[in-house]
């Protein structure tokens, strides 16, 4: 049977609207209504990563693949959590999981390449946006570019900073000023 699409767009509208206890009581409502529909579960989710209960929202994820364990997309967003807490290793087997499910989801590739410059792997990046966008995502193209731009910007950084002895007196100029802010948001940790 499944959550009826109106529900759905009820509890996107309150999300959009910023009335997230509304969202998650719907959501709960749903989940409660449909215990054997994944889709809930990880509105429930969704609703605790908008209020800022990550722990929470990736409980909800997890449940969420109890209910529907090979889908790409929740392995996608656990992954995407999982890394903005820090836990690069549970994030890293999200990725894998949803790549061996899915290997031809031009969206999953897309993420994991964003995953990928976070860790650090900037060719193994370019390989996941150059196949997402030949398989038709398009914010592959602006992902590629902003990898482009990171690895030029890390060089430049790079070279600067080893003649300078890692001092930073060029940091007034705008476009150290960004390649700096490039670095340190991409760099590995």
Known sequence: MGIAQQ???????????GQLDH???LANHL????????????????????????QQA????QFSLTKKPHEPRLLTVLGQWFRHLGDLSQAYQSYLQAIEVAPED????SDLGNFLIFAGEPDEARMAFEKALR????????SLL?????????QQIETILS???????????????????????????
């Open 7 to 17: 529900k759905v767009q009820q509890f996107q509208q309150l999300m959009d609207q």
């Open 23 to 25: 969202a998650l009581l």
């Open 31 to 54: 989940s409660i209504e449909q215990p054997e529909d994944w889709l809930g579960y990880s509105m429930v989710a969704d609703a605790f990563k908008a209020k800022g209960d990550f």
């Open 58 to 61: 990736i409980k909800f994820y």
């Open 106 to 109: 031009p969206f999953v590739l």
């Open 135 to 142: 398989l038709g995502e398009p914010n592959a193209r602006l």
């Open 146 to 154: 902003d990898l482009t731009i990171y690895q030029y910007d890390r």
């Open 163 to 189: 003649s300078y002895g890692k001092q930073f007196p060029l940091v007034k100029q705008p476009v150290y000023r960004y390649a700096l802010k490039a670095y340190s948001q991409y760099r590995p940790q």
